[in-house]
Structures are given as C-alpha cells and as structure tokens.
C-alpha cells in the first residue's frame, strides 16, 4: 500500500487503526512508537498523524470497530518535539465524536474491510454521509438517521418504525436510557459537590442510569420515580439532583412543588437542570400550556436561563448558582456555596507530567520505597501552587508513608525537590490571580469570617495572602481597576498575544467562553461582574469586551460545536458603566459567527478543517462586523467570488 493510499484522510491528517501497522512506512511507524512509549499506554486503537507537523501525532481509543459508529473514549495529543502529552477523555461526555468509513483506517488484506465499505456504500447511496458539519457526534448522527427513518442493524441499513402521533401527556416517554452519566451529575463530581462517602438521591431518576452510574463508582446513591421506581423510599442526602424534571412536568403549581420536595431533602446541594430554550427544538413540537407538546406526547417547557433563576429563586428563597447551560446549583452549606464558588474561578494551564520529566530524579535509598507517593505529593503541590497540608493528601498516602517509616515533612521536602520552580512559581501566581478573582466577585455577597470560610480557602489565604484582609484588598484592587481603560486594554492585548481570544480592528476582544477561565484577572472578573448584574450569560458560547468601554456583550448561537458558520441566536449586553442590560434577538436576522477558528484552540481535532474553510472565506473579501456577518452577504461575497 503506497502512502498516498494510507488510512483515512482529512485534511493535512492521516487516521489509521493499529491493525494497519504492518502498511505503516518505517518513518511513521518510528514516531507512532515513539509517541506511545512518550504516553506510556498501549490503550489506544487509533494513531492520527499531521503531514506538516511530523513532531504531532494523537493517539485515540475508539470503541470497538464491530460497533456500527464507533464513539471516541480518549485521545492523547503526542509532541515529540517538546516531550509533552495531553489527555483529553471522553467516557462520560454523552455526545462524543463517532467514526464513520472505518474501513479506510484498516490493512488492505483485512477481512472486515469489505464489511465495513459495504455499509459506507448504503449510507452514501443515502445521501447520509454529506452534511459533515452535523454527523460527527453520536447525538448528531443518530438524528440525522432519525431524520431519514433509517436505522443501522449489525452494518446493515433498515427501515425505522414510525409511530402514529400521541394525543395526551405522556410525562414517562421523557426518560432517557443513558450510555453515560447525565450533564448535571457530571458537573457536580467536576466541582467535587460528590465525594466518596457522600449519599445521593437522584429526584426523578427516570431508568436510573446516573444511579447506577454512581453506585458503580462506590457511591451511596439511590433513587425515585413517579413511573419507575414509584415505591422506592424518598430519603435525604448529601446531595440531590433534579435533572430534566421540572421541564417535563406541565402544571406550573406541581412543578413549584416537585422543586421544594427536592430541595427538602438535599443537606448539602441541590443541582437543577432543564432544556433551555431553543429554537430548533420547536420544529417537532406543539404550543401546550406554558410550553409545548412533543411527537412523542411528552411535554417540554423550555427554559431562558434567567427565568429559570428566578423561578428557583422564588420558590425556594434561596440563590441559585448558574453551573451551565440550564443548570443551576443551589445550596444549604455556605461552606459547600463557597467552595463552588471559589472552584469556578480554579484553571491549570501547566503539565505536571511533563515537567517532573525535566527534571533528574533524585535517588535516595530511605525514598525510594515511596518513590511514586513522592511524585503523587509534586503533582499535588502543581495542583495547589503550594505544599499541600496533611488532610489535602489521600489516607493511603499517608499510612504508606508511615509504613516506610517516612515523615510527611521529608516526603514533601522531596517533592518540592522534584519540582520545577519555575512550573510552581507559575501555578503559585495564577492560583494567586484566582483567589483575587474569587474575593473580587465575592465583594457583592455579604462579608465572611475567616472562620466560615472552606479549609482548604482557608489554608490559600494563609499561603498566599497572609491574612483574610489582604486577601479581599486584593479583590477589592482588582475589582478597582477595571475602571481604568488602560488596565483592560493591556489584558486585551495579552489575551490576543496568547491565543486566548481575537481583537477586532476597533480593539475590541472577542473570545470563547470555554477559555474563560484562562482569560487575565481583569477580563475574568469583568465577565463575572456582567454575569452577577445580568444573570443567564452562561449560555453564551462567545463573549465580546469593549475595550475601554465597560461593556460586555455575550452571544448564544446555534450548533456552535459542529457548524462552520454558526447561526447567532441571542446577543446580551452588559454595560456596567450605565449599569443596563439590553437584549437581542438575532435569529430572524440570520448572522452568522465567521472566522470561528480565531476563537478554537489548534489542539481542536476540528481546528484543520475551520481553519481552511475560513481561509477559503476571508479569500471572498467578505466584509464583517468583528466575527459577524449576514448569511446573505456571505453567499453574496461567495457568488462574487467564483
């Protein structure tokens, strides 16, 4: 097999199974292997390689080939020149990326090959595989074989049963049989709501797949549901979830009184999630009541993230945390608050891994035995931008230490020595920036004792402020200074040099909400200030400062993962100088968000094929408005163009 027939292609980017190994030329075979002994795992099935990069290559593990659309589980982004890894996973996301032709990843000679074209072929004769932009994720294909009343049995095409449309609420049809965990439950294992030791009851649990998800996991967890599980008991917990609940129920009254249930049994947290609102999801659907009645006779109310607050709000008469699009956290710990809210504004732009692989490992014979536990204690002091305290190190830890007759203080000592000071200088200065940020925004909630606050905050103030003072004057510093134009002019220009976001020819910075976090303190805490006057900002995929302006635009669009030129839907702006809010909607409008790949990370799998198209389109002379532009003029400039 020549090279130009090697693998699938896209773009510049070769993908190909390990059971092809043998039609590798040496040249990459030589890098593969050496890119997986740089990872350290042999886990993977999948090697994706740059034909202009030749140091990049990303190892993936796909499911099995013998399932019809294979679902990504992992990938390990490879640089061989700087000797670094990235992992991302993808086993609990519940719309990861599918495989499709899988048969040009294998060998020429082998047997499954013929199988697996054989499928290809029938959804090409289908028209199935043109619409690219929206069939790479398993929610995306599976509706789009939805859409053409198709399924796909054992690789074989077949007709989808249609059922005749029902006529009355049928609230049971709502459940949803997950492969994963749902969205709320992962966000609050993300924020640590959900520890080891904790009790959860899942409010609705529907078939039960987060319950079992977490009892699989060692967690005390349980579960009720009016139609599933009617006689399972209703207990307390720790923490409780609400999840797609309140969204399917069509009594207002009973919906208010499903929310105080829930949060009468939660001691620590009660996470509530809905279906925001959304254009799209309307094309199925019926108006019904306050909401709307689906295909399926279920009913949906779809929520705008402030209404959604505010309803919390006033029937429980207790804040409600924006925790994502349609989640919102509420809390009976102020502790558990204040951990979550000093959590948000946690970020690690450093690589552990690869910096203790710079450095000599020091060899002592009294260490040795505890070698690994010694690197566990440096990627922890990484993690904290500090030595860690006693209770912050796992128990194991701690009586392997003792069994081997090693103080924690020797063990941290060596740690330390493990380190690279620049690396926990660096991780010390931005854990620094986010308390700033932290007790920035927390000048609008009601002043805390030092005694209130979480341990672990606790040990921070004293680490890197001193005092609780200190601390909150360096808030209140920060917090002052976004009224100097200068201050944020020069964030802008950092955030711009570092990738982090795109300024328009205005001086306006443009960025996306996924790199928040990574955004310098002024930005950060100018977002966050937008976010407590305004409320609902989380649903933005972009947000726009303008600069020298104090004004905060944040823009929702439809299919911002998966479309090259996403359709605008909704635009906020914030203007904290007039202290006013003023909302749009676009949709009728039809802009569309242009030059996507000034705001996408290049480690992106999707960021070669942005990046050309949008070469393609600045090729037109395309005149835009920062990174919007009318779908109308776009095909205008195109038409013009050819």
């Known amino acids: 097999m020549s090279v130009a ?69 992992e990938s390990l982004t490879v640089d061989l020149g700087r000797r670094a890894v990235l992992r991302r996973s993808y086993r609990l996301r519940a719309n990861p990326p599918v495989l499709h032709r899988k048969e040009l990843l294998l060998g020429r000679d082998d047997p499954r090959r013929a199988r697996f074209a054989r499928l290809t072929a029938q959804l090409e004769a289908l028209g199935l595989l043109n619409a690219t932009t929206t069939i790479g994720t398993r929610l995306g294909w599976a509706r789009r074989l939805r859409e053409a009343g198709v399924r796909v049995v054992d690789h074989d095409v077949l007709a989808a049963a249609h059922d005749d449309p029902p006529v009355v609420v049928r609230r049971h049809l709502a459940a949803l049989q997950r492969s994963s965990l749902s969205t709320p439950v992962q966000a609050l294992l993300k924020y640590g709501l959900i520890a080891a030791g904790d009790r959860v009851f899942d409010y609705g649990c529907g078939f039960g797949s987060d319950v079992e998800g977490l009892q699989a996991a060692g967690i005390a967890a349980s579960g009720w549901d009016p139609y599933y599980a009617p006689g399972a008991p209703r207990t307390s917990a720790e923490v409780v979830n609400l999840g797609f609940v309140l969204n399917v129920i069509e009594r ?8 105080r249930e829930a949060f009468g049994l939660a001691e620590r947290c009660l996470a509530v999630a809905v279906i925001t609102s959304s254009r799209a999801s309307l094309a199925s659907c019926r108006p019904y009541a306050d909401g709307h009645l689906t295909r399926l006779g279920t009913f949906q109310k779809f929520y705008l993230p402030e209404e959604l607050k505010s309803f919390i709000e006033t029937t429980l008469g207790a804040e409600a945390h924006p925790a994502g699009p349609g989640l919102m956290f509420v809390f009976r710990d102020p502790i558990a608050e204040q951990d979550f809210l000093a959590a948000r504004q946690a970020r690690r732009t450093f690589s552990p891994l690869a910096s203790l692989a710079q450095r000599r490992v020091r060899t ?27 209770t912050e190190c796992a128990p194991d830890l701690l009586v392997r230490l003792a069994e081997a007759r090693v103080t924690l203080a020797a063990a941290i000592r060596d740690a330390l020595g493990l380190c690279d000071a620049a690396v926990l200088d660096r991780a010390r200065r931005q854990r620094i920036e986010d308390l700033s940020v932290y007790f920035a925004l927390n000048l609008f909630n009601s002043r805390q004792s030092f005694g ?49 976001g795109w300024r328009d020819p205005e001086g306006d910075l443009w960025a996306g909400t996924a790199k928040l976090s990574h955004l310098p303190p002024p930005l950060r805490c100018l977002a966050g200030c937008a976010e407590r006057f305004a409320g609902g900002l989380d649903a933005a995929q972009v947000l726009k400062f303008h600069v020298g302006r104090s004004k905060v635009s944040a823009l929702r669009y439809a299919d911002f993962g998966t479309a090259l030129l996403p359709r605008l839907e909704t ?62 003029d776009i095909v205008s400039a195109v038409r013009a163009r050819s």
């Open 364 to 390: 002592a014979a009294r260490m040795e035995a505890v070698r690994a536990e010694v690197e566990g204690l440096a990627r922890l002091s990484y993690e904290l931008g500090r030595p860690p305290a006693p």
């Open 252 to 259: 207002p009254l009973e919906r208010a009184q499903a929310l």
């Open 571 to 632: 635009r906020s702006k914030v203007d904290l100088r007039a202290l006013r809010v003023r909302r749009f909607d676009h949709y009728a409008e039809d802009q569309r968000l242009v030059f996507k790949s000034r705001l996408m990370d290049q480690d992106n799998p999707d960021y070669p094929r942005q990046a050309e198209f949008d070469a393609r389109l600045a090729a037109t002379g395309l005149v835009v408005d920062g990174l919007r532009a009318r779908w109308l």
């Open 452 to 500: 209130t606050l979480p341990d672990g905050l606790q040990r921070d103030v004293k680490a890197f402020f001193g005092s609780l003072s200190s601390a909150e004057t360096a808030g209140r510093s920060l917090l002052q200074s976004l009224a100097c134009e200068e201050t944020i002019a020069a964030a802008a220009d950092e955030a711009d040099a570092a990738g982090l």
């Open 5 to 73: 027939e090697l693998g699938k292609r896209v773009g510049r980017h070769v993908y190909a199974h390990r059971d092809a190994a043998g039609d590798w030329p040496a040249p990459v075979a030589e890098r593969v292997f050496a890119a997986e002994a740089l990872a350290g795992t042999q886990a993977w099935n999948v090697v994706k390689w740059s034909e202009v990069d030749e140091a990049r290559l990303t190892l993936l593990t796909y499911e099995d080939l013998e399932e019809a659309f294979p679902a990504l589980l």
